[in-house]
């Protein structure tokens, strides 16, 4: 009968100074970057996966600790989503198997925690580097409007409220800053309150073939510097909501990172 493995013997000691080590000399290099992401959904993971592929220093910054947004479960907790063609392209090139479904025109069939799984390996194995448990709660906006970045701070501390726990926030600066924050839209929800643009209407009436299209459409440029992806065009315009078809949420990070990647070349 084979010996098992004899784990190496790890001290303690060693242990919490060499996570501390390597987090603080990480999060030093995520102070200053070409873009950040706020929200790590379908929209926003494969959008950092290609534009730190490019070569584009991407960080996400996602609130809550999972990454993943609404992709986990599909839709009424029955753990399969649909995908539109051509995004089953995306997540085939990821590893993720798609099954086509016959009776439906250009409908896919995915297992969503597969999916999310392997969006979340694509977005590290690019290059992007990931801020969990960190919210966004303001803009760094210069004189002249130009938006450099964003505010942020611990989850749990701002879940706590302030009078409870006051902990100042810090603050992250890039190029660009893209909302991919689905419904809530709160980069450009942001823009509104320091009346930079009006007000994030939210989604409209489910319709899915009309929302995919639209957030198709209307991915791209909202406010200079800041771009909208995946569900979050949806709410920013006030378009039909889609419910558990994902297509267009991979399709508009793809093509957000594109645009981004020509804006920031032509800088």
Known sequence: MPKPPTPAPLREKDITRHIAREYYKEFDQLIESDVIIVGAGPSGLICAHDLAAMGFKTVIVEQSLALGGGFWSGGYLMNKATICEPA??????????????????????????????????????????????????????????????????????????????????????????????????????????????KAVPGNGAMWVAQSEQEIMDRTGEVYPNCFVI???????????????????????????????KKKLKGA
């Open 88 to 197: 089953n392209e995306i997540l085939e090139e990821i590893g993720v198997p798609c099954k086509k479904i016959t009776e439906c025109a250009g409908m896919y069939m995915v297992d969503p925690p597969h999916a999310t799984g392997a969006l979340i390996a694509a977005a590290y194995k690019g290059g992007a580097k990931i801020m969990n448990l960190t919210r966004v709660v303001d803009l760094i906006i210069r004189r002249d409007g130009i938006l450099e970045g964003v505010v942020v701070n611990s989850t749990t501390a701002e879940m706590a409220g302030h009078d409870i726990i006051h902990v100042d926030p810090i603050a992250l600066e890039s190029k660009i800053v893209v909302d991919a924050t689905g419904h809530d839209a709160i980069v450009v929800e942001l823009l509104h309150k320091r009346n930079l643009h």
């Open 230 to 260: 995946g569900l979050a065009v949806a709410a920013v315009y006030g378009t039909p909501r889609m419910g558990p078809a994902f297509g267009s949420m991979l399709l508009s990070g793809r093509y957000g990172a594109e645009l981004i």
